[in-house]
């Protein structure tokens, strides 16, 4: 077979996914070979490493970047220490001069290039780094006399707006990072690899490239800086077996890496979302986001430049498709661009599998070791379609999840704001990465918290409304069959015209989105759940003897099952995370019922008799006559005092029994001469499990155990 039209598959285990600088160095071998050997090549992504499919055999490869490679010519004139301004920059100016006076091939596109720039600079009258005016017009100049194959390092670097030069984030601000300046580094290195005169490689300049290809360690890393590119490179403290180190490079890391950075070119673009005439627009490309990491705090994303997600593509890309793919560079989120981190991996759990991308590699651009920024690898986000993100959408619903994260953002905010709008991103970010129960159900605890700390200020109250009132979906994604979800969505379901949230944060029981600073039915505190739900019934029992409600106010939806009553008054269910799922199931709108739990869960007969004696007490009439315990004309109220009697110890429990059994007379029910011998439950517990509204079904089951029983026997606490 003839050689040229062999196809190889190069394993380049030099090339992964981070740090940043051997991303873009995989990006640029692909766009080298593709541009001056093999315009057939393509490449992807495999087990993190880049795999290159071309004619081209590994000493090919080889032959090609040691003996063949034409350098870009990226020159940026408008920086002061790019070469082309003496003054202030001897090494920059020495190592311009040496590339532009050779006659080498090699660097020819260098000398043409660096000519239509002085022309640039004499025509304008420049010697020194221009002012921004002189900037602009310099950029214009170039823009319009340099050569196409010439422009991609200008596109790259630098943009002209309508009204100012703009720099994309991934090459600092206009190919220079603080004091450093890319391009003169990038010579430097050339002369490194290169003869200035003859062009020809020398040195071990081949041993480094096996290096930067292939993984394989050599000696010989060159003490240069780095930059933002790869922050492990960049030396300081415990980053060698001394205590501190240099900066330690390879040559043709920083040369390639360069060469990748040119394929992501900037455009202006006008969006009717900006109120600027147009903005810039860089590949994958938003506001840095704290959440969904761990690395990064609320606090750095002010000084932080920018996110970027940079794709990982499993199907061989030839460089057309991989330029449209950076092209077009964006996605979008219900019609609009991403504004951050978090709406960028929103967009993509929307987005699915679209042109073979599997993952993205996330970086943030943050100020670090003093003002200088590093792209710090945060976290791969694999691409899926996850229905479940979409629940996310409706905490838009009146910009409220923009006007939260505002506000928690703002100059002044609490550090308590700040803190719960980064657990807030960070359990957004969990659940478009894992349609999983527990996720949402973190979402939704994060979203009580905030909902009773808003309450409490009436600032915030100003800047941001209630919570926006979630679907059922929420509760069906959140459900997860555990005792602790089946009681804290019974408690949340309360309802009979107030709804429990009144009790959580003072809003409107009606609109339920606007904030009722004057209401007296928020009585929720920072006490442990009995306590609270305590202070929750006696408000109720009030508001209903004001509003003339004939029936107990402690109907709602989502009744539980016996099991998980159980499991409460048992004390085998976690009373904090009741407390919290509650909080955040009273945002949402509950179905009328859950689906019936396995035999074991739901089931457990392990209710004790005084339950079963007390729980009618607490049943709303229509549901005792729907159950057959009342007359269709029957009622059984709640006497006042029963409550404080279950909350005033043993004593006052069997002092409640008593006057629950007299109240049953009152009313007709038949095993009224039962007797029920101590220890009592913990009453306040007991009163907390007597006001879970539960299923019709359980109401009639402990009505027959107690008709069952013979009125003659000891009713025990485990009485079954």
């Not at 596109?109 to 660096?114: E, G, L, N, V």
């Not at 709804?499 to 039915?521: F, Q, T, Y």
């Not at 004309?633 to 429990?653: E, I, Q």
Request: charged content about 25%.
């Amino acid at each position: 077979m003839d050689k040229d039209m062999h196809i190889n598959e190069i394993v380049l285990r030099g090339c992964a996914p981070t740090p940043l600088a051997a991303y873009l160095k995989a990006l640029g071998v692909l766009r080298l070979v593709c541009e001056q050997v093999d315009a057939t090549a393509k490449g992807w992504w495999q087990d993190e490493c880049f795999m290159l499919r071309t004619r081209l055999d590994d000493n090919d490869l080889r032959r090609f970047f040691i003996e063949d490679y034409r350098p870009t010519p990226m020159l940026s004139p408008w920086n002061g220490g790019s070469g082309f301004y003496r003054k202030g920059n001897e090494t920059a100016w020495s190592t311009l001069e040496k590339i532009i006076t050779t006659q080498a091939e090699r660097w020819r596109p260098f000398r043409d290039t660096a000519e239509v720039m002085a022309d640039a600079l004499e025509h304008l009258k420049l010697t020194e780094k221009p002012a921004e005016l002189d900037k602009r017009a310099l950029l214009a100049r170039l823009r319009a006399t340099l050569d196409d194959e010439f422009l991609p390092w200008l596109d790259a670097a630098v943009l002209l707006t309508d009204d100012k030069p703009d720099y994309p984030p991934l090459l600092g601000t206009g190919g220079n990072d603080g004091r450093l300046d890319f391009t003169s580094n990038y010579m430097q290195r050339l002369l490194e690899m290169f003869d200035p005169v003859t062009g020809k490689a020398q040195g071990d300049v081949g041993n480094k490239l096996e290096s930067a290809l292939f993984a394989r360690p050599v000696p010989g890393m060159t003490a240069l800086a780095i930059g933002q590119f790869s922050p492990g490179a960049a030396g300081g403290p415990n980053s060698s077996t001394g205590f501190d180190s240099g900066a330690q490079v390879n040559i043709w890391d920083y040369v390639l890496m360069l060469e990748g950075a040119l394929l992501f070119a900037a455009t202006a673009t006008r969006r009717l979302e900006s109120a600027d005439p147009s903005a810039l627009s860089y590949p994958f490309t938003v506001r840095p986001s704290g959440g969904g990491s761990g690395a990064v705090a609320l606090g750095d994303e002010r000084p932080a430049r920018a996110e970027i997600w940079m794709p990982l593509w499993e199907r061989p890309a030839s460089l057309p498709e991989l330029r449209v793919l950076l092209g077009e560079g964006r996605v979008t989120l219900n019609g609009r661009l991403p504004r951050d981190g978090l709406d960028f991996a929103r967009a993509v759990a929307k987005l699915g599998t679209d042109r073979g991308v599997r993952a993205f590699q996330r970086y943030a651009f943050m100020m670090r070791s003093g003002k200088a920024y590093l792209a710090t690898p945060l976290n791969r986000f694999h691409v899926h379609r996850n229905p479940k993100a979409d629940l996310i959408d409706q905490l838009e619903r009146g910009d409220w999840l923009r006007r939260f994260r505002r506000a928690a953002r703002s100059t002044h905010a609490p550090a308590r704001l700040q803190g719960l709008a980064h657990r807030l991103d960070d359990a957004l970010f969990d659940l478009v990465r894992v349609a999983d129960p527990r996720r949402v159900q973190e979402v939704l605890k994060v979203l009580g918290e905030v909902q009773f700390y808003l309450a409490l200020s009436p600032s915030l109250r100003e800047q941001v409304r209630p919570v926006p009132r979630l679907d059922a979906h929420w509760v069906e994604a959140a459900r997860d069959d555990s005792h602790e979800f089946r009681v804290a969505a019974a408690l949340a379901g309360l309802d009979d015209g107030l709804p429990m949230g009144v009790h959580l944060a003072p809003i409107d029981p009606v609109k339920r989105n606007v904030w009722a600073p004057e209401s007296r039915l928020a009585v929720w505190g920072q006490g442990n759940l009995s306590d609270n739900l305590a202070q929750v019934l006696q408000r109720r029992l009030l508001t209903a003897s004001r509003t003339d409600l004939n029936d107990k106010p402690l109907s709602g939806r989502c009744p539980a099952d016996e099991g998980a009553v159980a499991a409460f008054l048992a004390g085998d269910a976690d009373e904090r995370r009741i407390a919290e799922l509650m909080a955040g199931l009273a945002c949402a709108r509950l179905p009328a019922r859950l689906p019936l739990r396995q035999r074991g869960a739901s089931e457990a007969s392990s209710l004790p008799m005084i339950y079963a004696l007390l729980k009618p007490l607490f049943v709303p009439d229509a549901q005792l006559r729907e159950a057959g315990v009342l007359t269709p004309d029957g009622c059984l109220p709640l006497p006042p005092a029963l409550p404080r009697l279950l909350r005033a110890g043993p004593a006052g429990v069997g002092r409640a029994v008593d006057l629950a059994r007299r109240r049953r007379r009152a009313s007709g029910l038949a095993d009224a001469g039962w007797r029920l011998t101590p220890p009592y439950p913990d009453g306040g517990r007991l009163l907390a499990a007597l006001m879970i509204p539960v299923e019709i079904r359980v109401i009639k089951g402990f009505i027959k155990r107690l008709a069952d029983h013979k009125s003659d026997e000891p009713a025990t606490q485990d009485a079954s």
